[in-house]
């Protein structure tokens, strides 16, 4: 609810209120950012400004702003800290000086041209600059269901000449002194989303200058009082609906006081007279109940307000992906064969990954020919995806249509689609497409259209394989440059509006190496992103709980690989790398007919489960629940409370550990529930030369003998069943069976390897 009371404006959610004020000189002034207070009142208990003491200074009025929290900071008049706006004025002079002009209710106010969130109540403030025929529209959103803030801001140009803008960030959010920690999620290609957590001092940022939201640093920080942890304290997350390069400042003041500012960073934008510029969205949200509360308001508002289209709430198919199978050795024949292994454990979608179009035999070629390789598919993709079809599964294509190859036949004609001079630091053998050319952004679109309209596609992965290196498009003149990196993302933009709205059924995944573009831009337009390009599940679990501060698993892509893993030659039990791809959107990236038929026999019935708790598993609430160091447990519950399921995984295991109690987080407290654990069998060949402790003949490692002993000789496996209340499980905890650890092996006993993990299943006991 937005309520305006006297000069006063409080944008209320369910359970939290944002409030600022104008003061006499038509500055706006911040009142507050927390839990919902009882009466209007009481948001308006904010300090009248102070005359500084010292060598601050003073506007005309009098007034300091030097410690005035505010909600649009300018260059000049006092206040030292990051601006919300930089520009320069027709004379060169960047002194600028905001004032309330009136406000207004628009039913809808979109930034044009970018994504964003869908649905809310929405303010529009308008403040003009004291002096020039500048101004400045801030949008402010409710999701009153959500407990989320979207905010966005205008700048319009009524001046006679050009004015030069080098800074219109998103939003703004300044808190009052304290203590505080800024939350980051930074990273590199193959290990996103590391959180890390540093005490708030001085200045510090969040930021990528790649030319997409990057895998260095995800544009979702939190900032949060210095004791704030999972479950308690206070803490305040940002977010950017956009794709592109992004900038967020944190900054403590002389007086204590923090100011929090994100947007799309550094331009050097020209805005001619008459015209306007907006800034992507921003997203904000409040929470006293600790890192859970901030996720529990992202997740559902991502999943409603974000991710939209025909699969918004639709169950994601179970994949195959050809990558890791065959890399780029694909052909016709091989491609049938997956999808008929494909269907063999239950797989509903075959996805063709990289390697299908003309010439692409490496990397170093081909991209931006998207025609269908005639000599490992001379039947072309319409045959091919109707073949597909025939074995009982949907077929999908990868394709990377931002990118050039310079060995290709798009180069050869257009050397100048590129973006930035030939002579650049290269990154996989590519171009970057300059997408700020509208003949460019064409042909993306028209080969894209020709791809989905010949052939029966039902899903896409739109890849995106190298960051930027020289942001300079010959189409633009010296001056413009500084709008280049805007632009291209611009030109994205408008391609994928296009495309998705002619090809609404299409399930698009979005993937930049993984990782490197996983934003709320992206996914305005592609329900799904690819987490990351690695695949182990000891690092997927930690860059999987990295992404869950911000994310729901409904958006993350999470794949089954093979053993030793490709990017880490890490071994690890298949039933682990299933439980944790199973707390995402499951797929399989390996060739099935290539495994064991014990091997195949698990997948089948890993994919079976999955399917049965789908729902579940894909759109439950999300909980990180306490677990020891070196462990992690996580769980998803069903919003009607009858079922959830959980996955404990420990990186290392240990011999005789201690007995620590899981502590499940979101069942309801006073059903009763069930309890079942998901294992499987160990194997002879799990224990090596100590199975000779107890069996009657000699077994050697690797001798036929143990491979006959290991498919006839069946070892009891370990299954927990219990029964309590939901507060029970939360409060009291549970302890998982104990684990085998050197002496003592039987059904009481639980196998477990590095790297080993158990699903849980909780079921609503209806008696
Ligand atoms: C990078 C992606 O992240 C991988 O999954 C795969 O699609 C390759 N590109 C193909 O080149």
């Not at 997956?338 to 010439?359: H, M, P, S, Y």
């Not at 529930?673 to 224990?687: A, K, V």
């Amino acid at each position: 609810m937005i309520r305006t009371d006297k000069n006063v404006f409080i944008l209320e959610t369910n359970q939290t209120a944002y409030a600022f004020r104008t003061v006499e000189t038509g500055v706006l002034q911040h009142l507050y950012y927390g839990c919902r207070l009882p009466r209007a009142e009481d948001y308006d208990s904010a300090p009248v400004i102070l005359n500084q003491p010292g060598n601050s200074l003073v506007d005309n009025d009098g007034r300091c702003r030097e410690d005035l929290l505010q909600e649009a900071g300018t260059v000049g008049w006092g206040d030292l800290r990051a601006p919300l706006v930089d520009a320069m004025l027709p004379d060169g002079g960047r002194s600028c000086d905001f004032r309330f002009s009136h406000f207004e209710r628009p039913e809808h106010a979109l930034p044009e041209g970018l994504p964003a969130s869908e649905g809310g109540e929405t303010l529009k403030v308008v403040l003009k600059e004291h002096t020039h025929a500048l101004y400045l529209e801030l949008y402010y959103t409710v999701f009153e269901d959500t407990d989320v803030i979207a905010r966005w801001s205008r700048l319009i140009n009524d001046e006679a000449e050009t004015v030069w803008v080098t800074r219109l960030m998103s939003q703004q959010l300044d808190l009052p002194a304290g203590e505080y920690d800024l939350i980051t999620f930074r990273g590199a290609w193959a290990r996103e989303m590391d959180m890390v957590r540093q005490n708030l001092a001085g200045e510090l940022r969040w930021s990528s200058n790649t030319g997409g939201s990057s895998n260095r640093c995800n544009p979702f920080a939190m900032v949060c009082r210095r004791g704030c942890g999972e479950e308690a304290g206070e803490a305040w997350a940002l977010n950017l609906v956009y794709s592109g390069n992004h900038l967020g400042i944190a900054q403590v003041n002389a007086y204590g006081s923090v100011r929090l500012t994100q947007g799309m960073g550094e331009l050097g934008w020209q805005l001619m007279p008459g015209e306007k510029l907006d800034s992507p969205q921003a997203v904000m949200t409040y929470s006293d109940r600790g890192f859970s509360g901030i996720s529990q308001h992202m997740h559902p508002f991502i999943k409603k307000h974000i991710v939209r289209g025909a699969w918004r709430d639709r169950e994601r198919p179970v994949l195959v992906n050809s990558w890791e199978g065959f890399y780029f050795k694909v052909s016709h024949r091989k491609v049938v064969q997956l999808a008929k292994n494909a269907r063999n454990i239950g797989a509903e979608l075959l996805v063709l990954d990289d390697g299908w179009f003309k010439g692409r035999s490496d990397d170093s070629r081909a991209l931006g020919d998207w025609k269908a390789d005639p000599k490992k598919l001379p039947d072309g993709l319409a045959v091919l995806a109707r073949e597909v079809n025939e074995q009982g599964v949907r077929f999908g294509l990868w394709v990377e249509p931002e990118m050039v190859s310079e060995q290709s036949e798009l180069f050869a004609a257009h050397p100048d689609w590129i973006l930035g001079h030939k002579n650049q630091a290269i990154g996989r053998n590519q171009y970057v497409l300059d997408l700020t050319r509208p003949e460019v952004c064409s042909y993306v679109c028209d080969s894209m259209t020709a791809i989905l309209s010949g052939a029966d596609i039902a899903y896409i992965k739109w890849d995106m394989n190298r960051i930027m290196s020289d942001v300079f498009s010959p189409a633009l003149p010296p001056e413009r440059q500084g709008e280049a990196s805007h632009r291209y993302i611009l030109g994205l933009y408008g391609i994928l509006d296009k495309l998705t709205k002619a090809f609404p059924d299409v399930l698009f995944e979005s993937c930049a190496s993984g990782g490197n573009r996983f934003d709320l831009g992206m996914l305005c337009y592609m329900p799904q992103v690819w987490a990351s390009d690695n695949t182990d599940a000891a690092c997927r679990s930690h860059i999987q709980w990295g992404y869950s501060y911000g994310y729901p698993q409904s958006v993350l892509g999470c794949h089954v690989s093979d053993s030793p893993n490709h990017q880490t030659l890490r071994r690890s039990p298949l039933r682990s790398r299933f439980n944790v791809a199973a707390m995402g959107l499951l797929g399989y990236e390996l060739n099935p007919g290539e495994l064991s038929s014990d091997k195949i026999q698990e997948i089948r019935e890993q994919v079976e489960f999955y399917k049965a708790h789908r729902r579940l598993l894909q759109f439950g609430q999300f909980h990180r629940c306490p677990s020891a160091a070196g462990e992690c447990f996580t769980m998803v519950t069903s919003p009607n409370g009858e079922e959830a399921a959980g996955v404990h995984f420990v990186w290392e295991n240990q011999p005789n550990p201690q007995s620590v109690p899981l502590y499940c987080r979101g069942l309801e407290g006073e059903k009763t529930y069930h309890l079942t654990s998901r294992s499987t069998p160990p194997r002879i060949t799990d224990f090596g030369s100590l199975a000779n402790y107890m069996s009657p003949i000699r077994i050697r490692s690797g001798s036929l003998v143990e491979k006959a002993a290991d498919r006839f000789v069946k070892l009891p496996q370990d299954a927990l069943e219990l029964k309590a209340s939901g507060r029970a499980f939360c409060q009291r905890g549970f302890y998982p069976i104990q684990p085998f650890g050197g002496t003592g092996f039987n059904g009481a006993t639980r196998l477990m390897r590095d790297f080993d993990s158990r699903l849980y299943l909780w079921t609503e006991d209806a008696e």
